[in-house]
T-cell receptor, first 113, second 110 residues
Framework: DTGVSQDPRHKITKRGQNVTFRCDPISEHNRLYWYRQTLGQGPEFLTYFQNEAQLEKSRLLSDRFSAERPKGSFSTLEIQRTEQGDSAMYLC???????????FGPGTRLTVL | QQQVKQSPQSLIVQKGGISIINCAYENTAFDYFPWYQQFPGKGPALLIAIRPDVSEKKEGRFTISFNKSAKQFSLHIMDSQPGDSATYFCAANDDYKLSFGAGTTVTVRA
């Protein structure tokens, strides 16, 4: 039984560049969530999908951020024109429709120089 | 604005001792309260969770106490071990979104 996987694990980019992260949820999970965690803080909700539908987006998700989940399987989170304030750990989680338990992946650590 | 307030920010406990972490919330729409354990550089791992119709839940050395009227809940780690040294987050669920506390760093001294 494989857990949630995320790729890449680390990304260093220069300010103004675009970056894209990938999340593969647990295979039978049809809900997928993105969170952002800055140093010394708890994760903050960004958005979630049920199957391929994006059902909610946080106000934290500016128009530079876009997430997709084509065919209800893996998901991508893209950040355009990165800013230093985007430096954080981006976490993906998944769950089933029946249960509230969310299982997190290892995260992608983004550093914007 | 943090919807879940967590305390203390850090604590040190001797091996074999009890660690207690407290959380409080205001939003009565919260219907599920999980605790996560996180090691440096890793994602949060689900530890134990409770629903508001239950006052206590125990799994191994971990116990959640829940006080619905006070809108407070706490995690007790019994017989603390060095391997329990980590950051612990309480969270609360409202309509599939988890709101997390700021975390408590627990250090267990051998």
């Amino acid at each position: 039984d494989t857990g949630v996987s995320q790729d890449p694990r680390h990304k260093i980019t220069k300010r103004g560049q675009n970056v894209t992260f990938r999340c593969d949820p647990i295979s039978e999970h049809n809900r997928l969530y993105w969170y952002r965690q800055t140093l010394g803080q708890g994760p903050e909700f960004l958005t979630y999908f049920q199957n391929e539908a994006q059902l909610e987006k946080s106000r934290l998700l500016s128009d530079r951020f876009s997430a997709e989940r084509p065919k209800g399987s893996f998901s991508t989170l893209e950040i355009q024109r990165t800013e230093q304030g985007d430096s954080a750990m981006y976490l993906c989680a998944s769950s089933t429709v029946l249960y509230d338990e969310q299982f997190f992946g290892p995260g992608t650590r983004l550093t914007v120089l | 604005q943090q919807q879940v307030k967590q305390s203390p920010q850090s604590l040190i406990v001797q091996k074999g001792g009890i660690s207690i972490i407290n959380c409080a919330y205001e939003n009565t729409a919260f219907d599920y309260f999980p605790w996560y354990q996180q090691f440096p550089g890793k994602g949060p791992a689900l530890l134990i969770a409770i629903r508001p119709d239950v006052s206590e839940k125990k799994e191994g050395r971990f116990t959640i106490s829940f006080n619905k009227s006070a809108k407070q809940f706490s995690l007790h780690i019994m017989d603390s071990q060095p391997g329990d040294s980590a950051t612990y987050f309480c969270a609360a669920n409202d309509d599939y979104k988890l709101s997390f506390g700021a975390g408590t760093t627990v250090t267990v001294r051998a």
